[in-house]
């Protein structure tokens, strides 16, 4: 039973110890694009704070919007977690297919996923999903260190039904694990814990 106890104390540290790490909100602006794709601040769609980034598809054309940080701190966190999650939102309307991608550009060279490969989306439905990229097998041939970091997506329909308005927001690091020394606190303090409540009984 001690035991038991123990496991799911430090399952449960664990789980905490892995908080995202919120790169972008918009709350200050959205990314830009080299070929002119629109986009802007909205509220619409908005998972964390007040705005989030509109995109309009006029064309169906793959076209990256991104950003650049000159922070080790987000290439650290990247480095330190296994998955980027995303918001994605678009209202109900007429139907639709989606295609989504996502690519993240450092000193270990350019990656990217199409993250949704053309999913049909109803007349009159909204869509509305958090895309996780598992990029674990990325980290291993990226530098340990590095003062730059970028983040693109691209999101466009596949027919005739333009405009289509995308709103992205919430984009974070997650799947944190724990290092080695964390996992001995977690399970030093879970006996405490135990031995604590035995001396109250």
Not at 52 to 64: H, N, Q, R
């Amino acid at each position: 039973m001690k035991k038991l106890i123990i496991v799911a104390l430090a399952v449960s540290a664990m789980q905490g110890a892995s908080a995202a790490f919120i790169v972008e909100s918009f709350e200050t602006g959205v990314w830009t694009s080299k070929t002119g794709k629109a986009a802007s601040q909205s509220t619409t769609g908005a998972t964390n704070g007040t705005y989030s980034m509109k995109i309009t598809d006029s064309d169906g054309a793959w076209t990256w919007l991104g950003k650049q940080w000159d922070d080790p701190n987000v290439f650290n966190q990247w480095k330190q977690n296994t998955k980027l999650e995303v918001d994605v939102f678009t209202p109900a309307g007429k139907a639709h297919n989606v295609n989504i991608a996502l690519a993240i550009n450092s000193a270990g060279g350019w990656q990217q996923i199409e993250i949704e490969q053309w999913p049909w989306v109803n007349q009159n439905v909204e869509y509305k999903k958090t895309l996780v990229w598992d990029y674990s097998s990325l980290v291993a041939s990226a530098p340990n260190s590095s003062s730059w970091f970028q983040i693109h997506i691209m999101a466009r329909t596949g027919n005739n039904y333009t405009p289509i308005d995308y709103y992205v927001d919430n984009i974070r690091f997650t799947g944190a694990v724990p290092e080695p020394a964390s996992l001995i606190a977690l399970g030093g303090g879970a006996l405490a814990l135990i031995a604590r409540r035995r001396r109250n009984k």
